[in-house]
């Protein structure tokens, strides 16, 4: 059954938040502990809609999957039955693509359908390609499905022609069992690709440099798993927080987040005015009525992530004068702006750049969300607005927040959700 959120805005958020395992170590890190040829265990898995998926598709690949309490999952990867992952099984869920490194390097071959169109664009997979090829595979597309075959990988130097997160960890994985060295130039360096490497080590692995320029990757013979690896803290939720925090005016401290992932997010929000504090493990955002006006690029790691393009527009939709966000990762990003605009939000776009003319107040409105964090951005637009804001699609945003309304009813938000 359809469901929406609805949302009584005008209320500043106070008080603490915990931010959940990282969505995107999680959907690489559960298809690479395919490696192993035994168990794993991994703590501080989120319970979101991409990891439910996942979990469902490597036990119809004959993985065994254990769920212990506080989000901690055991797989055992010991006897797989299966190399091919259908249309049906991975249609909504574009991480599948970690299937294809994962199996071929451990038992030579791997049939997964075609990661398709998504909700902001098209997303290419010819670096994932380019990688296995150089490893020695043979690559095919056929009838939406890639194969890929390998009698055995051999390490390789591989130049990524674009910073890809995806291709990055692709290789890596898909090198971990492969003889020799591979290094991966002009890699990209997201927090996740370090804590992919990490939990790969723990396993056996030999990987090196990963969240620098080179990653070196020495091949081992087995991974037989039997350690223990706990996900980082997810990157863009605590993204979400801090923005929501300064868009209701209120005072959240955000907890189990490491400030130094936070540092491109942390930075724009002092120029805007608000106040940024951090220690430890936790940043403390407390929001002004007065916002400077400021200009953001998306980039990759270290720059401003383009998953917070959409919730940073909502912030400076109400900053004073003109504000931009170029968009420099994916080009269709800006669907949620048509959304935004029935708030009240003055935003004009030119190609890959929205200018935002700052208002004093967006107002609720029915809404939906276009993609995951064109969602969130729509939740923290509804808890900024005054009156009653009604998000639909929130199945989109179950992809990847957990326990979203709990977390934020807790920071005294007025949010709940009804069935269609
Ligand atoms: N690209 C290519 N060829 C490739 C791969 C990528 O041209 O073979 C291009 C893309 O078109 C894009 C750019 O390179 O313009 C970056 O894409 P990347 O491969 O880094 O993205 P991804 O791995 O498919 C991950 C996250 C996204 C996040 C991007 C960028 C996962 C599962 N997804 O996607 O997260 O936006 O990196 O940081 O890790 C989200 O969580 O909401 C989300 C969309």
Not at 2 to 26: D, R
Not at 298 to 320: E, K, M, Q, W
Request: proline content about 4%.
């Amino acid at each position: 059954m359809e469901e929406k959120l609805i949302i009584n805005g005008g209320i500043p958020l106070k008080g603490e938040v915990y931010v959940s395992g990282a969505k995107n170590a999680a959907v690489a890190i559960i298809p690479a502990a395919l490696l192993i040829n035994g168990k794993c265990t991994i703590e501080n898995v989120p319970h979101i809609g991409d990891v439910e998926i996942l979990l469902d598709i490597i036990k119809q690949l004959g993985a065994k999957v254990t769920h212990l309490k506080d989000n901690t999952i055991i797989i055992d990867a010991e006897k797989l039955t299966s190399w091919k992952a259908s249309y049906e099984m991975v249609k909504s869920l574009r991480a599948s693509y970690y299937l294809l490194g994962s199996l071929v390097a451990r038992i030579g071959k791997a049939e997964v359908s075609f990661p398709g169109g998504c909700d902001f664009g098209y997303r290419p997979i010819d670096q994932h390609i380019k990688g296995f090829e150089a490893l020695g595979a043979k690559v095919e597309i056929l009838q939406g499905q890639v194969k890929v075959e390998a009698e055995k990988l051999v390490g390789a130097q591989i130049y990524l022609d674009v910073v890809s997160v995806g291709a990055t960890i692709n290789v890596m994985i898909a090198a971990t069992l492969a003889e020799g060295l591979t290094t991966i130039e002009n890699p990209a360096k997201e927090p996740h690709i370090v804590d992919v490497a990490n939990f790969l080590n723990a396993m056996g692995a030999d990987i090196k440099g990963a969240g620098t320029d080179v990653i070196k990757i020495r091949g081992v013979k087995e991974l037989k798993g039997g350690a223990v690896h706990s996900i980082i803290p997810d990157q863009i939720e605590a993204g979400t927080y801090m923005i929501a925090a300064a868009a209701t005016c209120g005072d959240v401290t955000i907890r189990n987040v490491i400030p130094k992932h936070m540092e491109s997010v942390s930075a724009k929000l002092l120029e805007m005015n608000i106040d940024v504090t951090e220690n430890g493990d936790w940043i403390r955002v407390v929001g002004k009525e007065n916002l400077n006006k400021v200009n953001i690029k998306t980039l990759p790691y270290p720059g401003f992530p383009t998953d917070l393009h959409p919730p940073i527009t909502v912030l400076l939709s109400r900053a004073n004068g003109t504000s931009t966000v170029t968009e420099s990762v994916w080009d269709l990003r800006f669907q949620y702006v048509d959304e935004l605009r029935r708030m009240g939000a003055h935003i004009r776009l030119e190609g890959r750049l929205a200018i935002i003319e700052g208002v004093k107040k967006l107002s609720g409105a029915p809404v939906k969300a276009t993609d995951l964090r064109a969602g969130a951005a729509m939740v923290i637009a509804g808890l900024s607005a005054e009156g009653s804001t009604e998000i639909n699609d929130v199945k989109l945003i179950d992809r990847g927040y957990e326990h979203l309304e709990e977390k934020l009813r807790r920071l005294g938000a007025e949010i709940s959700r009804v069935r269609k």
